[in-house]
């Protein structure tokens, strides 16, 4: 009989990469990535934010599922930084996990993520990667469950919180830009 090596730790990235068009609006979409708490609501989507610094915000995130097993809520601090050259970056700086304990002593979360603008051609576009890891010491109960099983699905789950912010960036942020824009010239 083969014996299965006990998983005890399991790694997860996601990565994302976009490239979105925006229609050419007077004030150029650099200027737009200094209203960092505009951004923050727009990335955010429907999740509670608070505002702890001029550029550290608080995002309380919806309910995930692991392996519909374990339900929790991540609680994620993110300083959120304009460069002065037409970029932004967000870099988590710490997390806590409501719904179960074990995992706020067992567990790391990363987050970098990267906005800018790009002109080329007389046309604009909205640039930006993201990057999320996560490592994790497994509850006994898991160790029996194949690596690739949960490998595959901790990493869907880490795309699918990358997938919310790409949706809420082509969905909500070109939109808001141009509010902002036109606000702006008013």
């Known amino acids: 009989m083969v014996q299965r090596e006990k998983i005890r730790d399991l790694q997860l990235t996601a990565y994302e990469n ?13 200027f737009y990535f200094y209203e960092t708490q505009r951004l923050v ?4 989507g429907k999740n509670i934010i608070e505002q702890i610094s001029e550029f550290e915000f608080r995002f309380h995130m919806k309910t995930l599922n ?8 991540p609680i994620v601090t993110i300083k959120v930084l304009p ?3 037409g970029a932004v970056s967000f870099e988590s700086q710490n997390f806590e996990i409501i719904g179960i304990n074990y995992i706020n002593h067992n567990f790391s979360l990363k987050f970098k993520g990267k906005l800018f603008s790009k002109e080329k051609n007389n046309r604009t576009f909205l640039q930006g990667q993201a990057y999320l890891t996560s490592s994790l010491d497994l509850p006994s109960n898991l160790w029996i469950v194949p690596k690739s099983i949960l490998q595959k699905a901790g990493d869907a789950l880490l795309k699918n919180i990358l997938d919310r912010i790409r949706k809420s960036l082509s969905d909500e942020l070109l939109n808001d830009y141009r509010s902002w824009a036109n606000s702006q010239q008013k």
Not at 23 to 29: A, G, K, R, V, Y
Not at 41 to 44: E, P, W
Not at 66 to 73: C, D, G, K
């Open 66 to 73: 692991f392996i519909n097993i374990y339900h929790f809520q």
């Open 18 to 30: 976009f490239n979105l068009e925006c229609e050419n609006i007077t004030i150029p979409l650099k």
């Open 83 to 85: 460069d002065g050259q």
């Open 41 to 44: 609501k727009v990335i955010a």
